[in-house]
Structure formats: structure tokens, C-alpha cells
């Protein structure tokens, strides 16, 4: 069973950053898919972006090319989402996922149902 425990969120201003830190355990991290998602009130759980597991290859959604970074450290078993140039329309829940190496490589990355576990979601607020 793997845990994982979402930290960073906040409150900002426009155009102010944060890094989001997903810590897990209980598992072999190294071989894990990892993505990040968002889910804003009343909408649908997002795709915002994955980093894969034997080359760290990542994807992104459209609307955070350029301005958001994902990244891994599998020494510290910590994935990582550096958020620049915040807009309001990124204020949301964000949430860690973790699921098996064949996530990325079969491209159903962006698809919620096909991690195998979450964190418990950190608020970002994005003031105007």
C-alpha cells in the first residue's frame, strides 16, 4: 500500500509561485508513474501534468506549458510541482497520483481512473 502526503499549497497573488511536494511511502517509488491533478469547486478532476518513471519524460496540460514544472526525486521519494506566473483560474485542489509504470508509456496518463492511489489534496488560491 503506498501513502501519499500532498504539502505546499496556498494563498498568492496573481503572477506569484508556489511549490506543491508530494511525499510517499510504503511502496517502491522509483517504478510509479507520478502525476498531478486539480480539481476546482463544481468541475471535474483535471490532468496538469506527469512525470514518468524511467526517464523522467513529462507531459503537461495545455493550459500550464511554460509555467509549471514537474519533477522527481526518487532518493527522496518526493515528487515536486513548481507553479509560476499563478492566474486565478489555477486556484484548485491539487492532488498527487501515483500509479504503475505502464501509465505513461500507454498514454492514458491524463486519465484520472488509471492511478492506483492520491494524496489528499493541498488548496491553491490564486488572488487577483
Known amino acids: 500500500q503506498v501513502r501519499l502526503v500532498d504539502s505546499g499549497g496556498g494563498l498568492v497573488q496573481a503572477g506569484g509561485s508556489l511549490r506543491l511536494s508530494c511525499g510517499a511511502s510504503g511502496g517502491t517509488f522509483s517504478t510509479y508513474t507520478m502525476g498531478w491533478f486539480r480539481q476546482a469547486p463544481a468541475k471535474e478532476r483535471e490532468f496538469v501534468a506527469v512525470v514518468g518513471w524511467s526517464d523522467s519524460s513529462t507531459k503537461y496540460v495545455d493550459s500550464v506549458k511554460g509555467r509549471f514544472t514537474i519533477s522527481r526525486d526518487n532518493a527522496k521519494n518526493t515528487v515536486y510541482l513548481q507553479m509560476n506566473s499563478l492566474k486565478p483560474e489555477d486556484t484548485a485542489v491539487y492532488y498527487c497520483?501515483?500509479?504503475?509504470?505502464?501509465?505513461?508509456?500507454?498514454?492514458?496518463?491524463?486519465?484520472?481512473?488509471?492511478?492506483?492511489?492520491w494524496g489528499q489534496g493541498t488548496q491553491v488560491t490564486v488572488s487577483s
Open positions: 497520483a501515483a500509479g504503475s509504470n505502464a501509465i505513461y508509456y500507454s498514454g492514458r496518463y491524463f486519465l484520472a481512473g488509471a492511478y492506483d492511489y
